[in-house]
């Protein structure tokens, strides 16, 4: 029995001692982890921010676009507004210009010739305002080319 109680004496010792290295062990790994875990996690908090950063830019780009294209609808839309005032402008003016055509017949066919030229003076002056400049035509023509 005294080998079994030396036996079991010395496994004691050797549990104690397991236990003391591996205690020593964790403690060690610990030592040697703790600056690695604070870099990453420093590291991935850098990265967090950098991400947070980046998407706050992409949203801003993406409500300034907002915004430039809510100006650029509108002025399209003022520009359109223009263009169909424009257009119809200019058909009062060419029916105005008809008219003046149609009074220099009637003045014409009723002899007064003072009228007739002067209606058909203004008739022509309303054509040639509602013409393109022949330098804008020529400008067109080189384009085209």
Not at 98 to 115: I, L, P, Q, S, W
Not at 121 to 132: I, N, S, T, W
Request: proline share 2%; glycine share 2%.
């Amino acid at each position: 029995m005294s080998d079994d109680l030396r036996q079991d004496s010395v496994l004691d010792r050797l549990d104690g001692m397991l236990a003391n290295l591996q205690s020593h062990i964790d403690e060690r790994a610990q030592e040697l982890a703790q600056p690695l875990i604070y870099d990453a996690r420093e590291a991935a908090a850098t990265e967090v921010k950098r991400a947070q950063d980046k998407q706050q830019r992409a949203e801003d780009l993406v409500t300034e676009l907002r915004r430039q294209i809510r100006v650029r609808d509108r002025q399209r839309d003022e520009q359109r507004q223009r263009a169909d005032s424009a257009e119809s402008t200019v058909a009062r003016v060419w029916d105005l210009a008809r008219v003046y055509e149609v009074n220099a017949a009637t003045a014409d066919d009723a002899g007064d010739t003072a009228a007739r030229n002067w209606c058909e003076l203004f008739a022509g002056e309303l054509r040639d305002a509602l013409e393109p400049p022949q330098e804008l035509l020529a400008e067109e023509e080189t384009a085209d080319e």
